[in-house]
């Protein structure tokens, strides 16, 4: 017998279930996958993406650690339109810091926006979607401003490299930018991100102006300074949809 006529037998590289837990879970298990991921999609359903060797009671814990942010997750999607953009009223989650806020907005004749606890206060004249998009689109890019800006001069110190000029922009896709002039750019609505991705964001930016590429010598040298870079880069990519669908026209900032 001709050793090409017979069928090698391959064993899956792909596992499908799902978890009865606090909430259905899709578990999807790879043989080819080496880190654990989350994610809630647009339609509410949890997903968890895993190497093989999980057991049920592994990602069990692990789903019961992210409750809070399954939960703030399913919020936001309660709250969105079927549209592109988010309706902003009085009882919308919003996203400070990787804190979950609770927008509370009442009438008044001076304007302010107060942040306690986790309620965003927001007293104006008016509070119509429109006008509470707009007082809280600049609030939030006024605090992503002062954040960005400490924050990068305290890491340009730590690399001892600074920038040239610091812009901020709403971006489509990505999160930042650095060019051969050292001008480094950062989307605003980072801030809505926890702490760890925000420095991690700066320091990726900064880390460009030594090794103006993705090298392995630029990776090593943003994790000498962030070493959970990895956690916070997934984050990102589980939750750039959402956040960039926030104040998605940002013509009225300077």
């Given amino acids: 017998m001709a050793w090409f006529s017979r069928r090698r037998e391959t064993t899956a590289l792909i596992q499908k279930s799902t978890l009865q837990l606090q909430w259905p879970v899709e578990v999807r298990r790879s043989a080819r996958r080496r880190t654990l991921e989350m994610r809630v999609t647009r339609d509410n359903r949890v997903r968890v993406l895993c190497p093989m060797i ?11 650690a992210k409750s ?9 999607n309660a ?7 988010q309706i902003i009223t009085t009882g919308s989650v919003l996203f400070y810091r990787g804190q979950n806020l609770t927008l509370v907005a ?9 942040l306690d606890q986790d309620q965003l206060i927001v007293q104006a ?8 998009n707009a007082l809280l689109r600049d609030w939030f890019y006024q605090r992503a401003k002062e954040i960005l800006l400490e924050r990068t001069e305290f890491y340009s110190q730590a690399l001892g490299h600074q920038p040239t000029n ?21 989307d605003w609505r980072i801030v809505m991100a926890p702490d760890s991705v925000i420095e991690y964001l700066v320091v990726h930016e900064l880390c460009h102006l030594t090794h103006f590429d993705h090298s392995s010598r630029f990776w090593d040298l943003v994790e000498s300074v962030k070493p959970d870079f990895r956690e916070s880069k997934l984050w990102l990519r589980a939750n750039a949809r959402w956040i960039k669908q926030m ?8």
């Fill in 54 to 64: 999980l057991s049920d009671a592994q990602i069990s814990d692990f789903v019961s």
């Fill in 68 to 76: 809070a942010w399954i939960e703030s997750r399913l919020r936001i």
């Fill in 79 to 85: 709250s969105e339109t079927h549209g592109s953009s």
């Fill in 106 to 114: 009442s009438q008044a004749e001076q304007t302010a926006i107060i």
């Fill in 125 to 132: 004249q008016g509070n119509s979607p429109e006008a509470l």
């Fill in 166 to 186: 610091i812009i901020f922009k709403a971006y489509r896709s990505m999160w930042g930018r650095c060019n051969a002039s050292g001008e480094i750019a950062f």
């Fill in 247 to 254: 104040f998605e026209n940002d013509s009225g900032i300077h």
